[in-house]
């Protein structure tokens, strides 16, 4: 579902913030869905049941805290269920993928700037931020 999001931030493109939005929005409502599920019914297909890490990195680069909220919520399920990581964990992983997938210097900058804007209106991604 973010396939040609990825690979545009590792061409140094960002994405169309329009057509980034609508999938969001879709891939949210997706994992609402799946996450009401008995895990044994999630699927594996990123088309039906988004990846989660490449959702996050979706809504830090739209800087939308609404749908921040919603999904770490959708995080902190998700991980419960797996007995995974805590949510600080995984934004930590999530973020430092995508800084390791700009291309070059400057445009690692400017995706720092990007997610420094979310930052500043949300305190764990702050934290997050200056502890890479």
Same mark, same amino acid.
């Given at each position: ?21 609508? %999938? ?5 409502? @997706? ?13 594996? #297909?990123?088309?039906?049941?988004? #990846? ?16 921040? +909220?919603?999904? @770490?919520?959708? *995080?902190?399920? +998700? /991980?419960? +269920?797996?007995?995974? *990581?805590?949510?600080? +964990? ?15 210097? /400057? ?13 500043? %209106? #949300?305190?764990?991604? %702050? ?6």
């Amino acid at each position: 579902m973010f396939a040609e999001m990825l690979s545009g931030i590792r061409l140094g493109q960002l994405p169309d913030p329009t057509l980034l939005r609508g %999938r969001c929005h879709a891939a949210i409502t @997706k994992k609402l869905a799946f996450v009401c599920l008995p895990p044994v019914y999630w699927e594996t #297909d990123p088309k039906r049941n988004p #990846d989660t890490a490449h959702l996050f990195i979706a809504v830090l680069l739209l800087n939308e805290p609404d749908m921040l +909220e919603i999904l @770490k919520g959708i *995080i902190l399920m +998700e /991980q419960a +269920e797996r007995g995974g *990581i805590s949510l600080d +964990e995984f934004m930590r992983q999530s973020l430092t993928d995508l800084l390791e997938m700009a291309p070059d210097p /400057q445009f690692k900058l400017l995706l720092r700037e990007i997610v420094g804007a979310v930052g500043s %209106r #949300d305190d764990s991604v %702050r934290t997050l931020l200056s502890s890479l």
